[in-house]
């Protein structure tokens, strides 16, 4: 019997999510069963995408349940196991965070061999996110040679990456992110142009401004305003890998869109959603690039550390307020 | 020297163009130079497309000039040749609408070997908007077997077409159009859900109550709340051949866009929009389908039908009030 506790959702959040939404729970955690091993939490993700799940509405992951735990990417260390293929020692990942100790069958978990990077990479530039970026830039948006590209939320896990990649590919990117911090972060990392779209009074403006030529690759993870700048400044048949919409989230009302959605069809432009899970094939090609990356010295990353698990709740509020540079995270044990 | 008239573009218009932003010009043509031929167009179309031209900023193609002649598909006949490729009689497709008599040189000109259809054919069902239905259904969208496509504007020349190949290809197809008769004739055309969306108090609910199983393929001609509707009803990796947005040409002021554009991501959207030159290449391929289709009887297709040049403008304004069951041409000679 092991002490452990979770974050319940208490409530369903209207517009931005408040601390109320969320509740801290004690629970006992048995021994683990035949073919279980019980792990104890060290890090777990928060990212945007979970808003949605805390709606009661249909999409491509099921709605969180009141009164049940919340879940999401974590990585943990075994501390018993009743099953041959996992050792009290083992990292493993899972997506059973939001608690500190569960048991789970050994099948569910990941067991992580990570000669280089510490732990909660897994979580970040080695993961979900790195993996998005990937995925959604060489894939999804089809980057080919020459093209110039347009990124948002750009200091965010899956921004930065995808600046990255594009400027070791080569690419002329022009990227947005909010207050001078970021803006500095992005210049760290190489962009050519970056925006501090808070600072901007008019996004299309600026962005034209930065890149007169136009553009022939949005990554989205803003929309909004964020999109009916690319699309203005959109050469013809550019690609958008459509990957977030935070500006629309927490939405309590219906946000009407962009008012230059003609131009999908006077430029041929291509905008294309999609969801990281579809793409899982990529992830052994994804991670030897990175490796390679890593061991030239050519990546960076950024995390936003918030700790103890009773910090998770702020730490995913504070997503939609901007407080994070590169990945969100919270250090649990 | 022939007596000739031609209409020109004497203001840009404001919104729905009306008749003072046209002007009957009466002009002289000179004889037909060395390598030209003279010819006396028979039809010409109107197509909603033309409204962007009439603006006074950069497209796929460029603005019309004021005080100059519009352009635009026509077929006419030879009456004149100083090219030996072509003879007095000849019928030929040129792109020089908008004027009864003039002179091209003959490699601008495309013979027309019709030897089943109607010269306006090549206007209509056989020409351009043929074409378009074509390329967007089948390549933009992607149609594959077993997806349900909804189609919109689909009373007019490329929307009926798009019905007619989805369901001779034997596919589930919602259709919407404005007002009884239209509804009528996707009714004769065999959709199997036909929407008056002007008798729609609510279009998602609409479209959601024909198709509660969602649609794989939407081929968008009107944008706005067609759109809304379609992001509403899409099944996850449904594509979207964005064709035309005729809700929005005329618009004034900036027209925000659907406000669930969040859709795209949750259901791995793809919208794609196209342009039927980037798409000449399935010409052939699309002429031999027709020809099979006409043959077998399967074909219907239908036009509105205005007489003499000086009607074209109110032709093309018809256009933007519903007023073309079809294809909208006119009958100039």
Chains 1, 2 share one sequence.
Request: proline share 8%; net charge neutral.
């Amino acid at each position: 019997m092991t002490q452990s506790r979770e974050i319940h959702l208490r409530s369903r959040p209207q517009g931005l999510p408040v601390p109320e939404n969320f509740e801290l729970v004690d629970v006992v955690v048995a021994q683990p069963g035949p073919g279980q091993a019980q792990v104890r939490n060290l890090w777990m993700t928060v990212d945007p995408y979970m808003r949605g799940r805390m709606n009661d509405v249909k999409s491509y992951t099921p709605p969180f349940q009141i009164g049940h735990p919340l879940d999401g990417g974590a990585v943990g260390e075994v501390i018993a196991s009743n099953d041959p293929t996992l050792h009290v020692g083992d990292l493993v990942k899972s997506n059973l965070g939001w608690r500190e100790v569960f048991n789970a069958p050994a099948s569910g978990l990941e067991k992580l061999i990570a000669p280089d990077l510490p732990p909660e990479a897994f979580l970040s530039v080695a993961g979900m996110p790195g993996l998005t970026a990937y995925a959604g830039l060489l894939r999804v948006a089809a980057l080919k040679p020459g093209d110039v590209v347009f990124v948002s939320g750009a200091a965010g896990a899956v921004g930065s990456m995808v600046c990255q990649i594009a400027k070791l590919r080569g690419h002329k990117v022009v990227a947005s992110a909010g207050g001078p911090e970021k803006v500095r972060f992005l210049q760290d990392l190489g962009v050519d142009v970056a925006i501090d779209y808070k600072a901007a009074p008019d996004l299309t403006a600026a962005v034209l401004a930065a890149v007169p030529e136009g553009i022939d690759v949005y990554f989205d993870n803003v929309g909004g305003d964020h999109l009916q700048a690319a699309i203005a400044a959109a050469r013809p048949r550019a690609r958008f890998a459509m990957c977030g919409m935070i500006s629309m989230y927490n939405a309590t009302a219906p946000t009407p869109g962009p008012s230059n959605l003609a131009g999908i069809i006077t430029k041929s432009l291509r905008l294309e959603g999609f969801i990281v899970n579809d793409h899982a094939d990529l992830a052994p090609e994804f991670y030897r690039a990175l490796m390679g990356w890593r061991t030239e010295g050519r990546l960076q990353w950024k995390e936003t550390i918030r700790h103890g698990l009773e910090s998770a709740p702020d730490a995913f509020i504070g997503l939609f307020r901007g407080e994070n540079l590169g990945k969100m995270l919270v250090k649990i044990a």
